[in-house]
């Protein structure tokens, strides 16, 4: 493959794990026959573009450009690009390629190909240079990595779908979550209330669980049956044994024990959230009531259709403060204080 020509755009980037970020002049490919470029409107900011540029999973390359919550209009389509056209609405979450081949790719399960290309962290193929993501004013991404966006949802509030979204709807679609289920969600941030959002959509009795109080008039108006303040030890003992199936979002150490408790036999915890240490398991939860404690990864490009299309039939879409690009630091430092209603969206417009 000849290395594609390339444009700049301006963007935002940390250059190590303890910069902040600030503006900077990144490259972009010029769109190949099956690229789809796209000029960016608005971009959610997800817990782990944070865990990514202060390095706490051990892989960033720096300059680190985040932000895979992307939503724009189609500025430019290559030769051979047959599902879009200059001015569509579209998407692109956390993944830009695949191999195509592998049984993963083959299943529409993309987020598992052991070759598959992040949008940011992973090697560009095309630029042989890391990937950067969508806080930036553009992007070019192969056709068959970019989604539709619903014509009726608002676009900045659609924006957190990508990743929010699809991360939660994917493991309750896949666990089968439905109505006779009661079903928890652990953490009251950008993923916990879509997928307080989700659960309450598919029918089931939908509990949240907080250490922050003062969400719980919130976590109703989104959807909860019932808000359970995790650090009340009363609180969560009247809930013992009882859940078919709960969502773990948290970004940070927490004591996961106590939610294996809440499980009925053979239920089941999925674990989403992505703490940069280790959780402690302890066995006795575990093996007395045959209980499974899983983990799901965002969703497969399939999967992140269907769920936009969901999300355009039932009106579904994130609850948003929108913030301009110099702001990110301060959101930063709100997201860690677990102050953020609830997910905070970038309006890209405010990048000059
Ligand atoms: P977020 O908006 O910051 O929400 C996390 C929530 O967890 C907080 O709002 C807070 O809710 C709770 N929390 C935070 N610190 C806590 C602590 N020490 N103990 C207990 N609860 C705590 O983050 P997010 O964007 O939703 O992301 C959540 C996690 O999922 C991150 O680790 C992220 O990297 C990961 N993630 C994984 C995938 C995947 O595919 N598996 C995809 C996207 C993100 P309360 O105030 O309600 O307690
Ligand atoms: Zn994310
Ligand atoms: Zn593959």
Redesign the pocket.
């Known amino acids: 493959m000849s290395k594609p020509r390339a444009y700049s755009v301006k963007a935002y980037s940390a250059a190590s794990a303890t910069s902040p970020l600030s503006g900077i002049s990144i490259s972009r490919r010029e769109p190949t026959e099956s690229d789809v470029q796209i000029s960016i409107l608005y971009c959610g900011?997800?817990?782990?573009d944070?865990?990514y540029v202060r390095n706490e999973w051990n892989f960033t390359q720096y300059p680190a450009v985040p932000g895979h919550e992307i939503v724009g209009k189609v500025t430019a389509v290559g030769s051979g690009v047959k599902k879009f056209k200059v001015g569509d609405t579209v998407g692109v979450g956390?993944l830009v390629d695949s191999c195509r081949t592998c049984p993963d790719c083959q299943a529409g399960l993309e987020?598992f190909c052991a070759g598959m290309v992040m949008t940011y962290g992973s090697m560009d193929r095309h630029l042989e240079a890391p990937t950067l993501g969508g806080y930036s004013q553009s992007i070019v991404v192969t056709e068959d990595f970019v989604l539709r966006i619903p014509s009726n949802l608002s676009l900045a509030a659609a924006a957190p779908l990508l990743?929010?979204g699809i991360?939660t709807y994917s493991p309750l679609r896949h666990w089968k979550v439905g109505p006779g289920q009661k079903v928890g969600v652990?953490?009251?941030?950008?993923?916990?209330?879509m997928g307080v959002k989700f659960a309450r959509a598919f029918g089931a009795h939908v509990v949240?669980?907080?250490?922050?109080p003062g969400?719980a008039a919130d976590?109703q108006r989104l959807g909860a049956h019932e808000v359970v303040v995790?650090k009340d030890e009363a609180q969560m003992a009247a809930h013992a044994g009882s859940f078919d199936f709960i969502l773990d979002?948290?970004?940070?150490?927490?004591d996961i024990n106590a939610y294996f408790n809440l499980l009925k036999r053979d239920g089941n915890l999925v674990?989403?959230?992505?703490?940069e240490k280790p959780l402690p398991v302890a066995a006795f939860p575990l093996i007395f009531r045959r209980r499974s404690f899983s983990?799901?990864?965002?969703g497969g490009l399939p999967e992140t259709q269907e769920m936009l299309d969901f999300c355009g039939k039932h009106n579904i879409t994130s609850d948003i403060e929108m913030i301009k690009m110099d702001q990110i630091n301060t959101a930063y430092e709100r997201?860690?204080k677990?102050d953020?209603k609830?997910?905070f969206v970038i309006d890209m417009a405010s990048l000059k």
């Open positions: 900011v997800c817990h782990s944070l865990h956390c987020q990743c929010a991360t652990v953490g009251l941030g950008g993923l916990g209330h949240l669980f907080t250490t922050s969400k976590a995790s979002t948290v970004s940070a150490t927490h674990l989403v959230g992505a703490p983990g799901s990864l965002i997201m860690l677990s953020v609830y997910r």
